[in-house]
């Protein structure tokens, strides 16, 4: 069967250094992959390849077969990709209800406002926000903002959910919600990647792991594999014997 999603030999440079340095990998539809590797390793530049945040200078994006690495943001996410960012983007002036219907509309099935609206509610209430639908992002601790950023991912109906940290920072009984609503999102059918140096998490959720190392794929496999792989135990570990 196709991949949902095929990175064929990406590179992206910041001037001189190779972030993203020949990147190949695949995403089965159903999968939840997890995308690990030390910092600075090129893994949220390659999620920004993906959804049309930043342009590859080569190499060759496919979704559902199709090419995508020189559209732009919107189409991708019209296209069925839909992500959230490490450093939370939120619209504060918006109540919760707007941020998520803001998502709806400019998602895979586009939608009158009102309709968005309607949309957003269950998306609140799976995420844990039901009862603060008509705040002001801007009052919403950290965390409340990500469960909000998430939810306004899903409102885009994507079949293809990146995830950038969004288990980063929560306290152990966020973190065991957050792996089960994670869990619930792949039971109904969602592929995701998701970025995350939460590793028990990776284990916990992950059926595939790739890991990145100075722009490049240093292994591949089940998370057992991948993570106990010499190259990848170095990677993190630094080249450093001492
Ligand atoms: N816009 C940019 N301009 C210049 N350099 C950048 C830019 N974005 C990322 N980089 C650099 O590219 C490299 C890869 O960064 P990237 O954020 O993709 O790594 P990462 O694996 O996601 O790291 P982390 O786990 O710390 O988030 C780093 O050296 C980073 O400093």
Known sequence: MQPLLELHGVSKAFGGLRAVDGLTASV????????????????????NLVTGNLTADSGAIL??????????????TRAGIARTFQLVRVMPSLTLAENVAVGAMFGA???????????????LARVGLAARAEERARS??????????????????PQLLLLDEWLAGLNPTELKEGIALIAALAADG????????????????????????????IAEGTPAEALSDPAVIKAYLGDDDA
């Open 140 to 157: 919403l601790t950290y965390i409340d903002q990500k469960r909000l950023e998430l939810a306004r991912a899903l409102a885009a109906e």
């Open 190 to 217: 969602l592929t995701i990647v998701m970025v995350e140096h939460v590793m028990d998490a990776i284990r916990a959720l992950c059926s595939r792991c790739v890991v990145m190392n100075a722009g490049t794929k």
């Open 109 to 123: 099935r586009a939608c009158s406002p009102a309709e968005a609206q309607e949309r957003a509610l269950p998306l």
């Open 28 to 47: 089965r539809r159903g999968e939840v992959v997890g995308l690990v590797g030390p910092n600075g390793s090129g893994k949220t530049t390659a999620l």
């Open 63 to 76: 979704f559902e077969g199709r090419p995508i690495e020189r559209a732009a943001a919107h189409r991708i």
